[in-house]
Nanobody, 128 residues
Framework: QVQLVESGGGSVQSGGSLRLSCAASGYSNRCMAWIRQAPGKEREGVAAIFTDRVTFYADAVKGRFTISLDSAKNTLYLQMNSLKDDDAAIYYC????????????????????????WGQGTQVTVSS
């Protein structure tokens, strides 16, 4: 049974940093992503990583967020720097059941529909 448990959320001032973690158990496919949902908005893909090295980012977070995967610890991370008010959301860790290192997923890396397992989420609050 796959379990994803996020941690590291909290409250931070605008311009600050946070690092989110997602501990995965029962999962080894190395196709994972961070998804967020702000109040009153739909969930959106933030960043994805395939096979530890291939990464994808939403335009809104490029240059500020870094996704990484420690395969030895089976833990996914999201380093968030220069946080803005718009980054405030619940952040979810997601994992894909099927293969991802292929042409099909290159254009769908941030598509929520492509991920099969989800964590409970961790709240990120950004204050001005």
């Amino acid at each position: 049974q796959v379990q994803l448990v996020e941690s590291g959320g909290g409250s931070v001032q605008s311009g600050g940093s946070l690092r989110l973690s997602c501990a995965a158990s029962g999962y080894s496919n190395r196709c994972m992503a961070w998804i967020r949902q702000a109040p009153g908005k739909e969930r959106e893909g933030v960043a994805a990583i395939f096979t530890d090295r291939v990464t994808f980012y939403a335009d809104a977070v490029k240059g500020r967020f870094t996704i990484s995967l420690d395969s030895a610890k089976n833990t996914l991370y999201l380093q968030m720097n220069s946080l803005k008010d718009d980054d405030a959301a619940i952040y979810y860790c997601a994992a894909r059941k099927y293969a991802c290192y292929n042409e099909y997923m290159n254009s769908r890396a941030l598509d929520l529909k492509e991920y099969n397992y989800w964590g409970q989420g961790t709240q990120v609050t950004v204050s001005s």
